[in-house]
């Protein structure tokens, strides 16, 4: 039986940030007539406007995962104590949170870049069975446009975090020496398309940019969770179970 330390595995325990846009319907009134039993609703006017449909995504979801945004202070205080306090002196003397972070980068320019030209077999050495599966089934209705948005390159990453840390530990063997162990990372990135290009032109992006249209747009969002055994003689690489890109200009459509 798996226990989790810490963490919740569960998507309904995992906390959202998202940005919702509520529609507020129109009010109706009742306006009273000679009969206390019949009702008169009024037409619309001419001047009202009818509700507008969200407009399609211009990147679709690659996995059934929470859009993830921000950092929350409770998890990054959590993360700090399950690193320094357990992670580094009973699983991981060596671990280092920003080598994991430059790797994280790293994986993320190599698995977008294959996802966008539409390679699913050499990616599957770096992604889980479950993973690969869903990807591979959500690349087939996208179009080479949408594809295209894929693609990260590390440079273009202005802001990354570790969102959320989790020990996985497996008491079925009763035996500590042999008890299996996975340390699980869910990292989120967040990338400008061109900011390399600009960074070599001498120039920096607004700090404002996310509500800037000409900027928004080149806006994507990257959610990427990481884990690997540290069970005793059978440790691990790190692997990717979760893959998702967004971009925020299609959470404020909807």
């Keep these: 039986m798996l226990k989790n330390l810490w963490v919740f595995r569960h998507l309904s325990h995992v906390p959202v940030h ?10 109706v009134r009742t306006l009273s007539t000679g009969n206390p039993h019949q009702a008169r609703f009024p037409s619309k006017s001419n001047n009202e406007e009818e509700p507008k449909s ?14 993830l945004v921000w950092p929350t202070v409770f998890k990054s205080i959590r993360n700090w104590i399950l690193v320094n306090f357990i992670i580094r002196p009973y699983i991981d003397q060596e671990f280092s949170m920003p080598d994991f972070v430059a790797g994280a980068k790293q994986a993320l320019q190599s698995v977008s870049t294959k996802l966008s030209d539409g390679d ?46 989790g020990i996985i530990f497996d008491d079925e063997s009763g035996d500590s020496a042999a008890q299996k162990r996975w340390v699980e990372i869910t990292m989120i990135f967040h990338a400008l398309r061109g900011l390399r290009d600009m960074q070599e032109r001498g120039e920096s992006p607004p700090l404002n940019l ?22 005793k003689g059978h440790e691990s690489d790190w692997t990717i179970n979760i893959v998702n890109h967004f971009k925020p200009n299609d959470q404020l459509d909807e």
């Design 54 to 67: 969200p407009r399609p995504r211009s990147l679709p979801p690659l996995m059934d995962f929470p859009e």
């Design 120 to 165: 699913t077999v050499d990616v599957t050495d770096c992604l889980s069975t479950e993973c690969a599966e869903e990807i591979k089934k959500s690349l087939r209705s996208m179009s080479v446009a949408q594809r295209n948005e894929i693609k990260v390159i590390k440079e273009d990453v202005y802001f990354s975090f570790p969102y959320q840390v």
């Design 18 to 27: 998202r940005i919702h846009r509520v529609r507020v319907g129109d009010v």
């Design 210 to 231: 996310g509500v800037m249209p000409e900027y928004r747009e080149k806006i994507s969002i990257c959610n990427y969770r990481f884990i690997k055994e540290f069970t």
